[in-house]
């Protein structure tokens, strides 16, 4: 048996289980939400890249988790400039972020990235799974990718600003926002989205001949699981309009994506 093989096998099922009393705890023990929340995403990153790793070596997987990382990470951080706020608009960091990495952005926001792109890529693998054999399946994995990123960031604002105050939206010009957000936020974790995805696809592409692997639905799993903490604190909050939105779309993802696991 390989290391990273075995390294799947024996970490992969701890880490979800770790990950599982966490959300639980999340959920269900209010008083030590706050507490569980950087343990919660630290778990939900490494549970991304070890359900990736079960496909791909471990060579792959992990530079393109630090591409992720990196570049996510860095795009926020040039955005919470005063004098830049680019390209997601002006965000101010609140503590409850966590520590910030050479004080430029918390260490919280670069895992977000990993889960949402990891996450968002396994779903858009699954509801495409009619369509592999097709010429362009490479394009439209990329652009159903990118639409499941921003998607997951529709339902995490309204959350992470209203209810955990990882950080609060400053004013702009632009009239029209979503909870308080600016679109262009929106617009940049699609700009962001397709960076990422340009840089990280071609280690991401299995290269080894063989039959088709079994859908794996993990990716699907973590993806509704963070939108129903997401819904479940927005409810809280009273924020009914993102409670709609947030089952919308995790309705509409599992019939797409259960419809593609299962041709």
């Known amino acids: 048996m390989t290391a990273p093989a075995s390294l799947s096998k024996n970490v992969f099922p ?15 023990a209010p008083a030590w939400s706050g507490t569980l929340d950087g343990a919660t995403i630290v778990l939900a990153a490494a549970a991304s890249v070890l359900a990736l790793q079960r496909q791909l070596p471990l060579q792959n997987v992990l530079p393109a988790a630090l591409i992720v990382a990196l570049i996510g990470g860095l795009a926020h951080g040039f955005s919470a400039q005063p004098n830049l706020s680019i390209p997601f608009g002006p965000i101010v960091f609140n503590p409850a972020a966590g520590g910030k990495l050479f004080n430029f952005v918390p260490w919280t926001v670069p895992l977000l990235w990993v889960i949402a792109i990891f996450s968002a890529r396994g779903v858009a693998r699954l509801i495409l799974r009619p369509w592999r054999k097709i010429k362009n399946y490479g394009y439209w994995l990329i652009g159903v990718t990118v639409a499941q990123a921003a998607a997951f960031d529709v339902a995490l604002e309204p959350y992470a600003w209203h209810v955990k105050h990882f950080w609060l939206w400053q004013h702009t010009k632009l009239a029209v926002t979503w909870e308080g ?15 990422i995805l340009m840089f990280i696809t071609p280690s991401l592409i299995r290269k080894q001949p063989g039959n088709p692997s079994a859908p794996d639905l993990h990716p699907l799993i973590l993806w509704l699981g963070a939108l129903l903490l997401f819904a479940v604190g927005a409810g809280g909050a009273g924020l009914w309009g993102a409670v709609g939105v947030d089952a919308t779309l995790a309705a509409v993802t599992t019939v797409l994506a259960v419809r593609g696991a299962k041709w």
């Open 14 to 28: 701890a880490v979800n289980a770790l990950l599982g009393a966490a959300f639980i705890g999340e959920l269900f």
């Open 181 to 195: 957000v600016t679109l262009l936020n929106f617009v940049g974790w699609l700009g962001v989205s397709l960076l």
